[in-house]
Every structure is written in C-alpha cells, then in structure tokens.
Nanobody, 123 residues
C-alpha cells in the first residue's frame, strides 16, 4: 500500500486542521492505520491509530480530547481532525499502515509510511 498525507499548514494556536491520508493499492480495509509525528530535534511519537474497520481507536494522552482519527474505507482515506492546536503540536505528521489488524501504537509494527505533512502552530 502507498500512502500520501496532506492537509498540513501554518495555523495559530487554538485553531483546527484536518489531515488526510490517501491510500492506494489493494486491501486498505484490512490495514490498521496510524498517525505519528516528529518535531524538530525530537523522536517520532505516536499520535493516533484506528483498527481496520474503524471500530477501534487509540489516541496519545497528549492529544486526547483534541484530536480524532477516522477512516473511510470506501474512499481509502484516513483522517486526523486536530482541534485546539497548541504550539507543541508543531511537527511533521506521518500516516502509516500496519498489517496487524489492530489499532496499534508502536511505530515498529507499521510497515508502510507516507511522506509526511508539516503542521506549524504559531503561539
């Protein structure tokens, strides 16, 4: 599966953005999907994940209540709705796919990665 993330940009603190990830290839509905991010000088960290059906999801504590992951299997798309953005959310955001069939949080379980989209939040 190939992944293409989009939707990043420059916003002010408190504003919202929605990231999109388009998947090409067969079997999208069998992949667990996740969003990760990496800030400048920081390690990559888990943001959110969803099970293949979309019925299960997991969000990092730092984004709970502000970010929501969702997917549309009919369109081969996964989304990350980001509300109440903070300066510390500034990072390159990556979407990823895993064949584990679960909403996993470990990046090592994801075998497919998109190219990343930059989110910059000004304070």
């Amino acid at each position: 599966v190939q992944l293409q993330a989009s939707g990043g940009g420059l916003v002010q603190a408190g504003e919202s953005l929605r990231l999109s990830c388009a998947a090409s290839g067969r079997g999208f509905s069998t992949y667990g999907m996740g969003w990760f991010r990496q800030g400048a000088g920081k390690e990559r960290e888990f943001v959110a994940s969803t099970s293949p059906s979309g019925g299960g999801a997991s969000h990092a504590e730092s984004v709970k209540g502000r970010f929501t992951i969702s997917r549309d299997n009919a369109k081969n798309m996964v989304y990350l709705q980001m509300n109440s953005l903070k300066y510390e959310d500034t990072a390159v955001y990556y979407c990823a796919a895993t064949t584990t069939g679960l909403a996993v949080t470990r990046d090592g379980l994801y075998g497919y990665w998109g190219q990343g989209t930059l989110v910059t939040v000004s304070s």
